[in-house]
């Protein structure tokens, strides 16, 4: 009999970040909406994020919908834990822009305890494109259902320097 000896048990790896993936449509609605935001048509607040790739250092680029609440300026992701998002941890900023006017920026990442009602504003505003990334959590849900939702969602408190 041929005994396999014992090893230790591995540690499992941790749970998959949530990230909701742009299908081909998507993909195109958000090419469209990155081009009329460079060309200066804000859809319904957007403006397009430049920020720096981790790994290859190129510029990348993609509409985002900016949200300003009690008196801060924030970024936040509907679909998750998205390459943009990765890259803003890294680069620590980016640039916005629509249309001409570009603004550089600095961004720090808010921990999930403060996310919940900068949820809920997100989600009052532009619930109407983005509720089918949040679970079923809406603008409505209680507070507990919005830290629930707060981990899959990064936020980060943007301060521009012009």
């Known amino acids: ?13 941790p749970a998959p970040k949530h990230y909701v993936q742009a299908g081909p449509i998507a993909r ?11 060309h200066g ?10 920020v720096r ?7 990348q680029r993609i509409p985002v919908n900016p949200l300003e609440h009690g008196g ?4 936040v992701s509907a679909r998750g834990h998205s390459q943009w998002v990765r890259n803003m941890r890294a680069a620590g ?16 990442e808010l921990p999930d305890a403060e996310k919940a009602d900068l949820l809920r504003v997100y989600l009052e505003r532009w619930g109407w494109e983005v509720n089918a990334f949040f ?9 507990a259902e ?6 899959d969602h990064p936020v980060f408190r943007i301060t521009l320097s012009d």
Do not use: C, H
Request: glycine fraction near 12%; hydrophobic fraction near 40%.
């Open 53 to 59: 790739g981790r790994t290859s250092g190129q510029l």
């Open 135 to 143: 679970k079923g959590v809406t603008a409505k849900s209680s507070e």
């Open 72 to 75: 801060a300026r924030y970024l």
């Open 146 to 151: 919005l830290l629930a939702a707060a981990p």
């Open 28 to 38: 195109r609605f958000n090419v469209l909406v990155g081009r009329m935001a460079r």
């Open 93 to 108: 900023g980016g640039e916005l822009r629509v249309g001409r006017r570009v603004r550089t920026f600095t961004a720090v």
């Open 1 to 13: 009999m041929n005994a396999q000896p014992a090893t230790p048990a591995e540690p499992s790896a």
């Open 41 to 50: 048509i804000s859809l319904g607040g957007a403006a397009e994020l430049s």
